[in-house]
């Protein structure tokens, strides 16, 4: 996947296109991501006793992968993402759009 935890991206696809927001989440083996913010759904919480109160519960879902890009600050917009090997062997992450590297 070309993002990681952590990765500030901007969904390019959906009813959230064009918002931003850090990566809380990465699901490889169904290609999908959750993102703070976005994909908001709500839930109708039963009461579970005096601890755990009922009501209505906002919570992230996942997104697919493909409907988001990583946000490059500088830019002030979405970037691809490119792999390359440094000299000492380490495989990175990099923006095409500048070159900097997302890894570190």
Do not use: W
Request: net charge positive; glycine share 12%; aromatic share 2%.
């Amino acid at each position: 996947m070309h993002v990681k935890v952590g990765d500030k991206v901007i969904v390019i696809a959906g009813k959230d296109k064009g918002k931003t927001g850090k990566v809380l989440k990465a699901l490889p083996k169904k290609d999908r991501v959750v993102v703070e913010g976005i994909n908001i759904q709500t839930r109708h919480q039963k009461a579970r006793g005096p601890q755990e109160p009922g009501g209505i519960i906002k919570s992230e879902g996942a997104i697919h992968v493909s409907n988001v890009m990583v946000y490059n600050e500088s830019l002030k917009k979405g970037t691809r993402v490119g792999y390359k090997v440094l000299e000492d062997g380490k495989k990175v992450r990099y923006m095409k759009a500048d070159g900097e590297t997302l890894d570190k």
